[in-house]
């Protein structure tokens, strides 16, 4: 013991062993080969990890207590917001107003705000001509056309059914219940199926897996309930019929088999995939439900105009443009060379410079 205590005093041996453990890069086996006595304090450090872990499930639930507070102090803006898409509200003159950002006021010349003027009394003619539209219409429909992770999932068949979409609410699991939310899509009366409202469920867990508790990164869905949609006869767009011809073996007579079978459609997101199915599967269902109560549901009249897409955009560099600038300011330094001759530059390269 008097030995080991001297060893790991020993300023060389304590860097080899760090050394050791930067090149391990959590190699269980490396992490075999340390002395029993580091082996000991590193299993201290697990346990301290585990209560870490303890400790973050217990913050993530108070988070969640959070969002179901101010959920309620969303709400009444959010049902204010839906009736003004449905019609059921007209928002006042004072309400409308919109201060234009400043900058965009300064860089709008005066011959720009005649033209403004002038197309603006345009439009209120034609406005005036036509039928007066209530509220905002396709709204939702709009929001999920302008958003590239719901827009894959739209057919052409999906868009005539979205239109009668007057609302998305989030509601969350009650105190003391177990960690869920649920999303309810609310539609006018129409005539593709009876529901009024469509719901889907995502069941999470916030607590770390006693077998695999460094596992734990915050809550994740564990699982997601199913919403039956009652279809009116002929309208089901996640259905469709094909024919088939068979021939008979025999006989050598052929017919004509009627199959129904799965069709692409939005609507597969009120069916959630099985167990059973791949990982990817259900990640993208989760991330697509998740998106939903983070982005959709509080923003979505910046959805609506695309000025949400391009905050999401700006979240991105753009490096393909910086590469064909870098290849641009290449070939200009070229063309600057005094030695630079354009007739070799599309030359064959020299053998030693050919791939084999």
Not at 222 to 229: A, D, E, P
Request: net charge negative.
């Amino acid at each position: 013991r008097q030995l080991t205590v001297q060893m790991m005093q020993n300023p060389q041996i304590l860097a080899a062993l760090q050394e050791r453990l930067d090149g391990l890069n959590g190699s269980p086996s490396g992490y075999i080969e340390l002395p029993k006595v580091v082996k000991r304090r590193v299993n201290a450090l697990k346990n301290l990890q585990v209560k870490c872990a303890h400790i973050e499930a217990k913050f993530y639930e108070e988070v969640h207590e959070l969002e179901r507070k101010y959920a309620a102090l969303y709400q009444p803006l959010f049902d204010k917001r839906s009736e003004i898409v449905k019609a059921a509200y007209e928002p006042t003159d004072e309400e409308c107003e919109w201060k234009a950002d400043e900058e965009e006021e300064l860089t709008v010349s005066k011959q720009q705000d005649e033209m403004k003027e002038k197309a603006k009394l345009e439009e209120e003619k034609k406005d005036e001509e036509k039928e007066d539209p209530k509220g905002i219409p396709e709204f939702w429909l709009t929001v999920f056309k302008n958003v590239d992770l719901l827009s894959d999932m739209l057919q052409e068949h999906d868009e005539p059914i979205l239109k009668h979409l007057q609302d998305i609410k989030v509601k969350f699991s009650d105190p003391g219940q177990p960690m869920s939310f649920t999303l309810e899509f609310h539609f006018e009366a129409n005539d593709f199926f009876t529901n009024t409202v469509l719901t889907k469920t995502y069941k999470m867990r916030s607590e770390p897996d006693e077998s695999d508790p460094f596992s734990f990164d915050g809550p994740e869905i564990m699982c997601c309930t199913r919403c039956t949609i009652d279809w009116t006869k002929g309208k089901n767009v996640t259905l469709k019929t094909i024919k088939k011809k068979q021939k008979h073996k025999g006989r050598g007579t052929v017919r004509t088999v009627t199959k129904t079978v799965p069709n692409d459609s939005f609507f597969n997101f009120f069916t959630p995939p099985e167990d059973e199915d791949s990982e990817a599967v259900l990640a993208a269902d989760f991330e697509i439900g998740h998106f939903i109560r983070e982005r959709i549901v509080p923003r979505a009249v910046l959805y609506f105009t695309g000025e949400a897409i391009e905050d999401d955009d700006d979240d991105y560099d753009e490096e393909g443009e910086e590469a064909d600038d870098e290849e641009g300011e290449e070939e200009a330094d070229e063309e600057n060379d005094p030695d630079y001759d354009p007739k070799q530059k599309d030359a064959a390269p020299p053998a030693e410079c050919k791939q084999q």
